[in-house]
């Protein structure tokens, strides 16, 4: 068994999503300063780092994360890899192994740039025509090494068509190290009360034949035309 660890790490130099409010960690009492314990407070944005989007971050009336079922957040994943290709969309999904798939992880050049833990114009990003091929697929939670599954210009319109079909969106990913493949996903984000959504601790867990279904990963890096 093998354990990859696919968050961020929470620091005040994790960079946040333009327009968000940055991550402060003060500390409160500190023993090198003779005080009994060290204890800090802790300031972010509920879409900091790794984090879940729910239903409640673009509906007013949308599930929040607190009343999240556990079991949309835990289970069988399938992490895919897209390369060569900004603009994700239905051509290129459609070549990838996510049909009947509740959970898929999309792997990008973000990863390999280094740039999973932040948000720019260049990161490649789910097109709307890509969102409802994944729908229609049956994907209930798509994850993206991204601060954000879309462009900044896209309106939210596919945070808005997933949320509103109630699949789960899960940001910043840390997937250089993730082979394609099938994994069990662990994500438990925090239980925020009436929250949009939350930071969240997640990781693969590998197991001798998971890959086993007709799915073998070392196949599974499709080209793109």
């Known amino acids: 068994m093998r354990i990859y660890d696919i968050s961020q790490t929470i620091s005040d130099k994790l960079p946040a999503y333009p327009g968000d409010p940055p991550v402060r960690i003060e500390p409160v009492m500190r023993l090198d300063l003779g005080e009994p314990a060290n204890v800090s407070a802790v300031s972010m944005c509920s879409h900091t780092g790794t984090h879940i989007d729910v239903p409640r971050h673009c509906f007013e009336d949308g599930l929040s994360v607190d009343l999240l079922p556990l079991s949309l957040l835990m289970g069988k994943v399938v992490v895919v890899e897209i390369t060569g290709v900004t603009a994700i969309s239905r051509e290129q999904l459609k070549r990838l192994p996510v049909k009947g798939e509740e959970?898929?992880?999309?792997?990008?050049d973000n990863s390999s740039a280094g740039a999973a833990g932040i948000y720019s114009e260049e990161a490649a990003y789910l097109t709307e025509d890509g969102a409802e091929f994944l729908l229609e697929s049956g994907v209930k939670l798509v994850g993206i090494d991204s601060l954000s599954i879309e462009r900044e210009d896209g309106q939210a319109k596919v945070h808005r068509l997933?949320?509103?079909n109630d699949a789960l969106i899960l940001e910043g990913l840390k997937l250089e190290e993730v082979p394609p493949g099938h994994y069990e996903l662990i994500?438990?984000?925090?239980?925020?009360a009436d929250g949009d959504g939350a930071p969240a601790r997640a990781v693969l867990i590998s197991r001798q034949g998971a890959a086993e279904g007709g799915f073998d990963p070392h196949t599974s890096k499709w080209p793109i035309a």
Do not use: Y
């Open 187 to 192: 994500c438990l984000p925090l239980k925020i």
């Open 162 to 164: 997933l949320l509103r």
């Open 103 to 108: 959970r898929v992880l999309l792997k990008t």
